[in-house]
């Protein structure tokens, strides 16, 4: 079955320290893999995606993704965590069905950045 | 550019009640569309998907239900809600060669 999964309920950080959140996947075939934020009573913001070329993705707000096909993982990282930055995080994986191609999202990993 | 409006923005229903949900995308065509339930504030469902006008799929089944009367606009409804539906229901459409979705605002919806 096609899955993705963050493993991580919460993530904790410090404000200026670098920050990680995991998720690893599980597609037949190539993977597009996606990653969204979405703050307290709002839509989903998409951030960066993964679909070829280079492993290293940069995406918006500083953020970025690093592809790994043999861990079948796709870590959001950033260099410096901001206060701002606090927020629910959703990985997911595209499923092509017929012509209509669907996202699988993770459970979401909420990252907490203290001042 | 292209924006995406949902609404109302919060809804609160008694148990038995109509639903009516409206999704609207400005400044594109022919776009797939995505309803979601998000329930606990976590995961995500998809209910359903359209790739084109009166073209529905449903994910799951449910009390629920969705129309594309237009190509910008998708509707979710329920004739009779349950405690059950409660959640926060997020609309999103895809560009027709792009691959990431854009999300809604969404609709919290309550129902007593």
């Known amino acids: 079955a096609q899955s993705v999964a963050q493993p991580e309920d919460q993530v904790n950080v410090a404000e200026g320290n670098p920050l990680t959140v995991k998720c690893t996947y599980s597609?037949?075939?190539?993977?597009?893999l996606f990653w969204y934020v979405q703050y307290p009573n709002r839509g989903l913001q998409f951030l960066l995606k993964?679909?070829?070329?280079?492993?290293l993705v940069k995406g918006s707000y500083g953020f970025e993704a690093e592809f790994n096909k043999s861990q079948t993982s796709f870590h959001l990282k950033k260099p410096s965590a901001l206060v701002s930055d606090s927020a629910l995080y959703f990985c997911?994986?595209?499923?092509?069905?017929?012509?209509?191609?669907?996202?699988?999202f993770g459970t979401g990993t909420l990252l907490a950045v203290q001042p | 550019s292209q924006t995406i409006h949902q609404w109302p923005a919060t809804l609160v229903q008694p148990v038995g009640s109509p639903l009516s949900l409206e999704c609207t995308v400005e400044g594109t065509s022919n776009p797939n569309l995505y309803w979601y339930r998000q329930a606990a504030g976590r995961g995500l469902q998809l209910l359903f998907y359209?790739?084109?006008?009166?073209?529905i799929s449903s994910e799951v089944p449910q009390n629920l239900s969705a129309s594309r009367p237009q190509d910008r606009q998708f509707i979710l409804s329920s004739k009779k809600l349950l405690l059950s539906d409660s959640g926060f229901y997020l609309c999103?459409?895809?560009?027709?060669?792009?691959?990431?979705?854009?999300f809604g605002p969404g609709t919290r919806l309550t129902v007593t």
């Open positions: 359209s790739v084109g006008i009166g073209q």
């Open positions: 997911a994986v595209r499923v092509l069905r017929g012509a209509t191609n669907k996202l699988i």
């Open positions: 993964y679909i070829t070329g280079d492993n």
């Open positions: 999103a459409w895809k560009g027709d060669r792009a691959t990431e979705q854009y």
């Open positions: 597609v037949s075939g190539n993977p597009y």
